[in-house]
Nanobody
Framework: QIHLVESGVGSVQPGGSLTLSCLAA????????MGWHRQALGKQRELVAH???????HYADSAKGRFTISRDNIKKTVYLQMNDLKPEDTAVYYC?????????WGQGIQVTVSS
């Protein structure tokens, strides 16, 4: 079966950096969209960034200029490089993949930004 394997959980100080990785394990093809969502305590889940199979990207306004999304289609992995992290970036981050007519979600990993 298909499952998403996330890595990169961590705790950093404001201004620090982290990189999240997500591997789409299993026989999965035609991954139209790969990206990351996040959900902070008391808030709704929101899209952080995603990239289509053609390299088109979208970023939340809060992520623009600080975060960079990339994907390796051979490794079936999507990355999120996060720079200049702020306390408001603290959240559970979820990997998301759209393939065919199905949508897959990772279990979520905690990112904490605090002094």
């Amino acid at each position: 079966q298909i499952h998403l394997v996330e890595s990169g959980v961590g705790s950093v100080q404001p201004g620090g950096s982290l990189t999240l990785s997500c591997l789409a394990a299993g026989r999965i093809y035609s991954m139209y969209v790969m990206g990351w969502h996040r959900q902070a305590l008391g808030k709704q889940r929101e899209l952080v960034a995603h990239m289509t199979q053609y390299g088109e990207t979208h970023y939340a306004d809060s992520a623009k200029g600080r975060f960079t999304i990339s994907r390796d289609n051979i490794k079936k992995t999507v990355y999120l490089q996060m720079n200049d992290l702020k306390p408001e970036d603290t959240a559970v981050y979820y990997c998301n993949v759209v393939a065919g007519d199905k949508e897959y979600w990772g279990q979520g990993i905690q990112v904490t930004v605090s002094s």
